[in-house]
């Protein structure tokens, strides 16, 4: 059978095309979690006779994967609705990609992409997914000082951030999907007036990352529910008055094991031992080590294709600030400037692999990976943390309770 075979209980199942006792189940409707009956074969022989007229129910299944918006269900009918992702969020299928998959998670079908009012102020890339200015901004080789007014609109742009971030909070729990975070990311930045900055970003489908267990970074948000001891980072950016804010938490989902717990505690107090250093005059460099000494002696490793980045009028620029020892980041930090910290941390290896689709970025070894990732200012004096908890976002940390 393509892709293996799961034994079922040949005592209850019959095989779908000769009625003898099943030994074997189709891996795709295992993988889908279709009904077994109609799904389970007596032997290879009879699953490759019926493989032409069962591989349509797998089709079928698609549209049944999440709830479809009633206005959306004839969109949904079509080839943008419900369907797995690939090259970068340009293409879909129906069928799962073949992958050496290095994890237990697998990618689920996507819904179409969520519409924006037209009174909301976009970003270069909202239609067509291709960002215009800022690939050749001179604001890609040096550090922007920024000017007051540009901080006043990136304290208030990375307030509604936080606030979109705790409203994907207050939801997450076993049985919802990655994709009905997504869903009220997107509500919730739309209600503030802001544009979810991620949304067709170099064709990225979604308005916002939600990256489960071994997903190190930019999983995209789908159809699979979580399930209890699942631990789940969602990865928010908001547009608003021309800058973005960005930040990202990662959360338990339910019952979590006492070593994903360390792990996600751990990263947490990477990212707060880094932005304590945060002060004029420290090189960018410096975050790296601050940050590998504190996960290696915890355990655990620094992921290192991925860094955090220079955000304000642009979504990403300089300074590029890694999370990992014996950096080359050059430059010194100076007041007025605004960058992310973002730590990945994992519990095997540092190395990534990608997706089929592009985007989503999993450990090597399918062990979990944790995020945490601020907006901060530099400050003349040291640091201000511009999507900072409020004290309204839930309480959702064991560790910062009194």
């Not at 239609?127 to 208030?156: C, F, T, W, Y």
């Not at 002060?279 to 080590?289: A, D, H, S």
Request: with cysteine; glycine share 8%; proline share 7%.
């Amino acid at each position: 059978m393509a892709g293996g075979s799961d034994a079922v209980e040949s005592t209850t199942l019959s095989c779908a095309k000769c009625g003898k006792p099943a030994h074997l189940q189709c891996p795709k409707c295992v993988e889908l979690k279709l009904p077994r009956e109609g799904a389970a074969f007596c032997s290879q022989d009879c699953f490759k006779v019926s493989w032409s007229s069962h591989k349509s129910v797998h089709s079928k299944s698609i549209s049944s994967f999440a709830p479809v918006n009633p206005g959306e269900q004839n969109a949904a009918s079509q080839n943008d609705g419900w369907l797995y992702c690939l090259r970068k969020g340009k293409a879909r299928s129906h069928e799962l990609p073949h992958f050496d998959w290095s994890g237990q998670l697998r990618p689920y079908p996507i819904s179409k992409r969520r519409s924006i009012p037209d009174h909301i102020d976009q970003p270069d890339w909202a239609l067509d997914g291709i960002p215009k200015i800022e690939p050749n901004s001179d604001l890609q080789h040096h550090v922007e000082i920024k000017a007051p007014d540009q901080i006043e609109k990136m304290r208030e742009t990375c307030r509604i951030g936080r606030e979109v971030l705790d409203a994907a909070a207050r939801v997450i729990r076993p049985g919802i999907t990655t994709d009905e975070i997504d869903a009220v990311v997107h509500e919730v930045t739309i209600a503030a007036g802001g544009y979810p900055s991620p949304l067709n970003y170099n064709f990225f489908p979604k308005s916002c990352c939600t990256s489960v267990n071994e997903v190190i970074c930019h999983g995209i948000p789908d159809a699979r529910k979580l399930e209890d001891g699942d631990i789940v980072n969602v990865d928010v950016t908001v547009y608003y008055k021309g800058v973005h804010g960005d930040l990202n938490e990662t959360f338990f989902v339910g019952n979590v094991d006492e070593s994903s717990q360390r792990l996600v505690q751990c990263t947490y107090e990477c990212l707060e031992k880094a932005i304590a250093a945060v002060k004029p005059g420290v090189r960018f460099r410096e975050i790296g080590e601050i940050i590998n000494r504190h996960a290696s002696m915890s355990g655990f490793s620094v992921v290192k294709s991925y860094c955090g980045h220079g955000i304000g009028d642009l979504f990403h620029c300089a300074p590029n600030i890694p999370h990992y020892a014996r950096n080359k980041a050059v430059g010194v930090m100076k007041a007025g400037q605004t960058f992310t910290i973002e730590p990945m941390i994992n519990a095997g290896v540092w190395r990534d692999r990608m997706w089929p689709d592009g985007w989503t970025a999993v450990t090597a070894d399918g062990k979990r990976s944790a995020q945490f990732e601020h907006t901060l200012l530099v400050t003349d004096t040291g640091v201000e943390v511009l999507t900072a908890r409020l004290p309204t976002s839930p309480n959702v940390f064991p560790w910062l309770n009194p």
